[in-house]
């Protein structure tokens, strides 16, 4: 049977787009590896830009902000606007958003700026004058108005202060750049009444929801694998160990 003069065209064209196009397979080994290279260097520049700018993951390793936040929430930090950093280093820069009264918010503690970051809440701004009486938050001559505490609040003995770090002595002035903060769990939270205040530049951002919540002691948390596993395995093995109704709340 005679073939026409356009399906030989046609088979000629789809020939030599055949040999145009870029086929992943006539790739040299070379090539190949570039062009995945290429790809995963796209990914990890994404990712640290997420890490470094825009959020983290945290877990609550303590009960200090109880009934807040409980031991096991895995929260999701918002650093915009608070923070930016290079991430798995202490260099980071603080941004134009400032913190405000009563809200939670995550930090380098000032005394040891290379541990664990820490949780808690703002009690007193630059400027405020903090008392504490009556086991309750005076701010600026006003009761604090706090319905997220467990506990009466109570000051801090000297011989509980830190070594080389002075005592706070209420009523206190906080110092301008600074943040006085508190856990919840008043008296299960080591904060400012201990330690004093929180500069701004060590504050890196505040949470926006808690995205797994999972019942587990708090070894499990605080940086021991193997503990963490048997927290993570019970979790798949009893479901009912996950605080499904804590699921993407935000912290308040």
């Given at each position: 049977m005679k073939r026409s003069r356009w399906n030989v065209k046609a088979d000629a064209s789809r020939q030599k787009s055949r040999k145009a196009g870029s086929n992943p397979t006539d790739l040299s080994l070379g090539e190949r590896a570039r062009n995945?290279?290429?790809a995963w260097f796209w990914v990890v520049l994404v990712f640290l830009l997420i890490n470094g700018t825009l959020g983290q993951a945290r877990v609550i390793p303590s009960g200090s902000m109880e009934n807040t936040l409980l031991v096991g929430d895995h929260l999701i930090m918002s650093r915009v606007g608070y923070d930016a950093g290079i991430p798995?280093?202490?260099?980071?820069?603080?941004?134009?958003?400032?913190p405000h009264r009563q809200q939670i918010v995550i930090f380098k503690p000032p005394y040891a700026p290379n541990?664990?970051?820490l949780i808690k809440r703002v009690i007193g701004l630059p400027g405020d004058e903090v008392d504490i009486r009556n086991g309750a938050?005076?701010?600026?001559?006003?009761?604090?108005?706090e319905n997220y505490t467990t506990g009466p609040t109570e000051a801090a003995t000297p011989r509980e202060?830190?070594?080389?770090?002075?005592?706070?002595?209420f009523?206190?002035?906080?110092?301008?750049?600074?943040?006085?903060?508190m856990g919840?769990?008043?008296?299960?939270?080591?904060?400012?009444?201990?330690?004093?205040?929180?500069?701004?530049?060590?504050?890196l951002g505040t949470p926006v929801a808690i995205y797994m919540s999972v019942e587990g002691s708090e070894d499990s948390w605080n940086g021991n694998i193997a503990n963490r596993f048997e927290a993570y395995a019970g979790a798949l093995l009893h479901p009912s160990r996950?605080?499904?109704?804590?699921?993407?709340?935000?912290p308040r």
């Amino acid at each position: 049977m005679k073939r026409s003069r356009w399906n030989v065209k046609a088979d000629a064209s789809r020939q030599k787009s055949r040999k145009a196009g870029s086929n992943p397979t006539d790739l040299s080994l070379g090539e190949r590896a570039r062009n995945e290279a290429i790809a995963w260097f796209w990914v990890v520049l994404v990712f640290l830009l997420i890490n470094g700018t825009l959020g983290q993951a945290r877990v609550i390793p303590s009960g200090s902000m109880e009934n807040t936040l409980l031991v096991g929430d895995h929260l999701i930090m918002s650093r915009v606007g608070y923070d930016a950093g290079i991430p798995f280093t202490n260099i980071h820069m603080p941004l134009w958003r400032q913190p405000h009264r009563q809200q939670i918010v995550i930090f380098k503690p000032p005394y040891a700026p290379n541990q664990t970051d820490l949780i808690k809440r703002v009690i007193g701004l630059p400027g405020d004058e903090v008392d504490i009486r009556n086991g309750a938050v005076w701010v600026n001559g006003q009761r604090l108005q706090e319905n997220y505490t467990t506990g009466p609040t109570e000051a801090a003995t000297p011989r509980e202060t830190p070594r080389g770090i002075a005592p706070v002595h209420f009523p206190y002035r906080v110092p301008a750049n600074s943040y006085f903060v508190m856990g919840d769990n008043r008296g299960n939270s080591y904060d400012s009444r201990f330690w004093g205040p929180v500069p701004r530049g060590n504050i890196l951002g505040t949470p926006v929801a808690i995205y797994m919540s999972v019942e587990g002691s708090e070894d499990s948390w605080n940086g021991n694998i193997a503990n963490r596993f048997e927290a993570y395995a019970g979790a798949l093995l009893h479901p009912s160990r996950i605080r499904w109704k804590r699921l993407f709340e935000a912290p308040r």
